[in-house]
T-cell receptor, first 109, second 113 residues
Framework: QKEVEQDPGPLSVPEGAIVSLNCTYSNSAFQYFMWYRQYSRKGPELLMYTYSSGNKEDGRFTAQVDKSSKYISLFIRDSQPSDSATYLC?????????FGTGTRLLVSP | NAGVMQNPRHLVRRRGQEARLRCSPMKGHSHVYWYRQLPEEGLKFMVYLQKENIIDESGMPKERFSAEFPKEGPSILRIQQVVRGDSAAYFCASARDRESEQYFGPGTRLTVT
């Protein structure tokens, strides 16, 4: 079993849709949870960082963590074509990040 | 406020040559991490360094790979006697401390011919 599981997609949605991206993890010792966005042939860009269960909102993005279920989510409201990218969840355990494989998102105009 | 810088952005090496990848962390960051991304795969941790110390190298292949972060200058990831399987994107990330978020550089794309 992988430490972090993420549906690779691709996920195709129309502009303006609400997008839900999810990851599950296996090790309850993980303490910090992040979402990165990666455009093709670019470095990952940090979107959200949280360390507690619950919701954290930043503009059109909401990160949700449920430690009891070992489940994290990223919601994107009013999605735009510029949101088309690969979204990586990352979970910090023992000083290093463990990444999901990434979900490719395509937002069509 | 410059972000994490990596060079070169693209590197082509023939089998058996050495590859040196450089990473300059963000200003004020003293923690550096190296990750490798193979085609169609996620990012995999390689090594975690602080100034002059290797903290965790559990993700580094046992042979041919080494990393350093000297007191002065950038962090270096060195791959000796490269093979085709080393072709990948190598990313460096930096953080203020071990519990802070990590910020990534643009990566170095290594191609071994």
């Amino acid at each position: 079993q992988k430490e972090v599981e993420q549906d690779p997609g691709p996920l195709s949605v129309p502009e303006g849709a609400i997008v839900s991206l999810n990851c599950t993890y296996s090790n309850s010792a993980f303490q910090y949870f992040m979402w990165y966005r990666q455009y093709s042939r670019k470095g990952p860009e940090l979107l959200m960082y949280t360390y507690s269960s619950g919701n954290k909102e930043d503009g059109r993005f909401t990160a949700q963590v449920d430690k009891s279920s070992k489940y994290i989510s990223l919601f994107i409201r009013d999605s735009q074509p510029s949101d088309s990218a690969t979204y990586l969840c990352a979970i910090a355990g023992f000083q290093k990040l463990v990444f999901g494989t990434g979900t490719r998102l395509l937002v069509s105009p | 406020n410059a972000g994490v810088m990596q060079n070169p952005r693209h590197l082509v090496r023939r089998r058996g040559q050495e590859a040196r990848l450089r990473c300059s962390p963000m200003k004020g960051h003293s923690h550096v991490y190296w990750y490798r991304q193979l085609p169609e795969e996620g990012l995999k941790f390689m090594v975690y360094l602080q100034k002059e110390n290797i903290i965790d190298e559990s993700g580094m292949p046992k042979e041919r790979f080494s990393a350093e972060f000297p007191k002065e200058g950038p962090s270096i990831l060195r791959i000796q006697q490269v093979v085709r399987g080393d072709s990948a994107a190598y990313f460096c990330a930096s953080a203020r401390d071990r519990e802070s978020e990590q910020y990534f550089g643009p990566g170095t794309r290594l191609t071994v011919t």
